[in-house]
């Protein structure tokens, strides 16, 4: 959400909210490890596990990510708002402030300045790690991406404000939900809690530290394709997770690609979401990078501008 003046570090109000937004999934876990013991779980569950999960997770992968903070599609406002709400169910903040995060990272990536980088701010090896993954978000010394600064473009869109603005109502909305409905299909309030702590709290453990993983453990860990000059690798080992965020170096080469995938092997679901939009005209001029522009940047090659094609 915008911001009055550039606060650039984060408030320890701020952190303190991080902290409990961190913590309490992670006791959901807990919870959901002695629920499992005693067997207290249905198919039902698990199906609005995996359901809300989905729905958190593409609205942070394509609403959030592919197309506020790149542009790599477009879409009516209706159905850029619908997936930027679905991406605040999955409680990693406000979308004006994430998109300034990620726009930050990738204007210093692995260099002073990256808010979260595994090689920055907090060390390297396994505090570099930590530092990347969670820490950040409870550091009081980190600059933040400041919406002003670094999203003066979605700022303008008044709709994207509020929704933002409307962001802990709308987390939770996405807690409430699964409670509700746990409540009416177990009959009880035992099942409302049961159904919560799986599709509620579990969920957004597990999506988070799914997010997480690619700012730490894909700056860190895997393959690398192109000539860029930072620490960005592929991690095939999370791409189903992800949702395809884990082709990371190929993201990090061309950030405004609509599919991170590029090859038929890196299996990107988030570029298949977004294709079936097009297909149905639901989304519009998704930008590709073919083949020969991929090979401009692989090493030994020429320096070259990043070349986009735009698919109508």
Same mark, same amino acid.
């Given at each position: 959400?915008?911001?009055?003046?550039?606060?650039?570090?984060?408030?320890?109000?701020?952190?303190?909210?991080?902290?409990?937004?961190?913590?309490?999934?992670?006791?959901?876990?807990?919870?959901?490890?002695?629920?499992?013991?005693?067997?207290?779980?249905?198919?039902?569950?698990?199906?609005?596990?995996?359901?809300?999960?989905?729905?958190?997770?593409?609205?942070?992968?394509?609403?959030?990510?592919?197309?506020?903070?790149?542009?790599?599609?477009?879409?009516?406002?209706?159905?850029?708002?619908?997936?930027?709400?679905?991406?605040?169910?999955?409680? /990693? @903040?406000?979308?004006?402030? =994430?998109? %300034?995060?990620?726009?930050?990272?990738?204007?210093?990536?692995?260099?002073? &300045?990256? #808010?979260?980088?595994?090689?920055?701010?907090?060390? /390297? @090896?396994?505090?570099?790690? =930590?530092? %990347?993954?969670?820490?950040?978000?409870?550091?009081?010394?980190?600059?933040? &991406?400041? #919406?002003?600064?670094?999203?003066?473009?979605?700022?303008?869109?008044?709709?994207?404000?509020?929704?933002?603005?409307?962001?802990?109502?709308?987390?939770?909305?996405?807690?409430?939900?699964?409670?509700?409905?746990?409540?009416?299909?177990?009959?009880?309030?035992?099942?409302?809690?049961?159904?919560?702590?799986?599709?509620?709290?579990?969920?957004?453990?597990?999506?988070?530290?799914?997010?997480?993983?690619?700012?730490?453990?894909?700056?860190?860990?895997?393959?690398?394709?192109?000539?860029?000059?930072?620490?960005?690798?592929?991690?095939?080992?999370?791409?189903?997770?992800?949702?395809?965020?884990?082709?990371?170096?190929?993201?990090?080469?061309?950030?405004?690609?609509?599919?991170?995938?590029?090859?038929?092997?890196?299996?990107?679901?988030?570029?298949?979401?977004?294709?079936?939009?097009?297909?149905?005209?639901?989304?519009?001029?998704?930008?590709?990078?073919?083949?020969?522009?991929?090979?401009?940047?692989?090493?030994?090659?020429?320096?070259?501008?990043?070349?986009?094609?735009?698919?109508?």
């Amino acid at each position: 959400m915008p911001e009055a003046r550039p606060h650039k570090t984060m408030s320890k109000a701020t952190r303190y909210v991080n902290i409990v937004a961190v913590v309490v999934p992670f006791i959901g876990v807990l919870a959901a490890i002695v629920m499992l013991w005693n067997s207290a779980v249905t198919w039902f569950d698990i199906a609005m596990l995996v359901g809300t999960y989905l729905i958190s997770a593409f609205g942070v992968t394509v609403g959030y990510h592919r197309m506020l903070t790149h542009g790599a599609v477009q879409a009516p406002k209706w159905v850029r708002y619908a997936f930027v709400v679905a991406g605040s169910t999955a409680v /990693e @903040g406000p979308a004006l402030i =994430w998109a %300034a995060d990620h726009r930050k990272h990738h204007a210093h990536t692995d260099v002073e &300045g990256d #808010p979260h980088s595994p090689h920055i701010g907090g060390g /390297e @090896g396994l505090k570099g790690l =930590w530092h %990347a993954h969670v820490g950040w978000l409870w550091s009081t010394e980190i600059e933040r &991406g400041w #919406p002003r600064k670094h999203t003066p473009d979605l700022l303008r869109d008044k709709g994207l404000v509020r929704i933002s603005k409307w962001f802990p109502w709308i987390a939770l909305t996405g807690l409430i939900i699964p409670f509700l409905a746990g409540w009416a299909y177990h009959g009880s309030l035992a099942g409302g809690l049961q159904t919560f702590v799986w599709a509620g709290l579990v969920r957004v453990f597990f999506i988070h530290h799914v997010t997480w993983s690619v700012n730490s453990i894909c700056h860190f860990s895997g393959y690398r394709r192109f000539d860029v000059d930072d620490h960005s690798r592929n991690n095939p080992l999370l791409a189903i997770l992800t949702l395809g965020e884990s082709w990371h170096h190929n993201h990090h080469a061309f950030p405004r690609s609509a599919s991170h995938g590029m090859r038929w092997y890196e299996i990107d679901l988030s570029a298949l979401l977004i294709k079936g939009f097009v297909a149905v005209g639901l989304m519009s001029k998704p930008v590709y990078i073919s083949r020969e522009q991929q090979a401009k940047k692989l090493p030994g090659s020429a320096p070259q501008a990043e070349p986009v094609t735009d698919a109508a």
